[in-house]
């Protein structure tokens, strides 16, 4: 929660973002760099085709001018400039003799704005009035002054600014789809990643995957976080191993393998709510071993486990599946037998473990030995309805079968 309050209270931007950024950053330079170029380079085009024009119309009319100008014909002059202004992109044009008398002259008709966008293109890109000598026989006989007009220039300049946006549009468009399928090329395998990152840190899951990607370095990446995983997901194996087997030391007996008193409680408890809610009856037998301390004393410690070990598995061979058979401590085993219908039930399994220690127990060292149980029964709810109670009833009953000498009793001293 707390790193989410400090995203949110200083937000970052987004690789998405930051490579749109980059992207059109880089866009906008890369069009600058190529779009000045070829403007400049159309502008001295068109600049050198207007010049070398203006000079051809000069020459041509200085040439066909010669006559009206040594007769100083102003009808023929006016008429010539006249059919100029009609078929030739001139502004103005004026005829003098060599004596600087001006003989006649021509300005091409004012259309206000688009005027004055003709005369601004024109500026730019014409060099100004041009003079050229009107000669007869190699004599100059006058001169021709033109300048020239930037109606065809601003037509090929307007042309030239729509192809060029044109361009612009297509090479935007094309970057544009460049730029979003390379940032889907690049952000899909990091947010695969990030929700991945996500998912694990919040449930744990280490056995999810990365996928690979073609990029070599996201694949690398994939591939070390996939290692990672791995190492991650063995030790998450061994916790829950060592988690596992420690709970099971904690609840069982290291010798036996069986619950011990701590589980054995526990079971006992859940069996006498389920019961009581059933209506149904529960029997906990005590079982003590009659020649234990006997055989520790005369045989050793080794020995005696070994008796322990064979009744742990004789007890588990007469019970049934739902039976839970625990030991409590020493020589002293606990058996639950849910559900019992009457006493009974208990005391016939009872009578079966007793007989399943008539067989000789053969020890480590190959010595075979006997030994017998003592077994104490209390039934629930006849005589406790608490695990402790029922403890103490079926251990003070087991007491009972000790001094009788008998096989089993039941709590009360009923049999």
């Not at 091409?108 to 890109?125: D, G, H, K, M, N």
């Not at 009035?129 to 220039?153: A, Y």
């Not at 008193?261 to 069996?271: G, M, Q, W, Y």
Request: net charge negative.
């Amino acid at each position: 929660m707390n790193r989410r309050k400090a995203i949110l209270a200083h937000p970052h931007p987004s690789l998405r973002k930051l490579l749109d950024r980059a992207h059109l950053r880089l866009a906008i330079l890369v069009m600058t760099l190529t779009c000045l170029p070829l403007a400049l380079i159309s502008l001295l085009t068109l600049s050198s085709y207007a010049n070398q024009n203006l000079q051809l119309i000069a020459r041509s009319m200085a040439y066909s001018l010669g006559p009206a100008v040594v007769f100083k014909d102003r009808e023929a002059v006016q008429e010539a400039l006249n059919l100029v202004l009609e078929t030739e992109d001139v502004a103005l044009v004026s005829v003098y003799d060599e004596h600087q008398h001006l003989l006649a002259s021509r300005e091409a008709p004012r259309r206000r704005v688009i005027s004055a966008l003709e005369e601004f293109t024109a500026e730019l890109l014409i060099s100004g009035e041009l003079i050229h000598p009107i000669t007869n026989h190699d004599q100059v006989i006058g001169e021709l002054h033109i300048r020239g007009q930037g109606s065809t220039l601003l037509s090929y300049f307007l042309y030239g600014l729509a192809g060029l946006l044109a361009s612009l549009g297509l090479s935007t468009v094309g970057a544009v789809y460049g730029s979003r399928r390379m940032r889907r090329v690049i952000t899909q395998p990091l947010r695969h990643l990030s929700r991945l990152a996500h998912s694990i840190s919040t449930d744990r899951t280490f056995n999810q995957r990365v996928p690979t990607t073609e990029i070599a370095e996201f694949s690398d990446l994939a591939d070390d976080f996939n290692s990672l995983l791995d190492q991650l997901e063995a030790w998450q194996h061994q916790l829950e191993s060592e988690k596992a087997s420690l709970a099971h030391k904690a609840n069982h007996d290291a010798l036996t393998g069986l619950p011990n008193r701590a589980l054995f409680h526990s079971r006992l408890l859940d069996a006498i709510r389920e019961a009581r809610c059933c209506k149904t009856s529960i029997a906990v037998l005590f079982l003590d071993s009659n020649r234990f301390k006997e055989i520790n004393d005369q045989l050793g410690h080794a020995a005696g486990d070994d008796v322990l070990v064979a009744i742990a598995k004789r007890l588990q061979t007469q019970l049934r599946e739902d039976d839970v058979v625990a030991r409590l401590g020493g020589d002293e085993f606990a058996v639950m037998l849910k559900p019992i219908f009457n006493s009974n039930d208990a005391t016939t399994i009872a009578d079966k473990i007793n007989a399943s220690m008539a067989e000789p127990i053969l020890l480590s060292n190959g010595q075979l030995i006997y030994t017998s149980l003592s077994i104490g029964i209390a039934l629930y709810p006849e005589h406790a309805e608490t695990p402790e109670e029922l403890l103490n009833e079926a251990d003070t009953a087991m007491y009972q079968t000790k001094r009788n000498q008998n096989g089993h009793t039941l709590a009360g001293f009923a049999d």
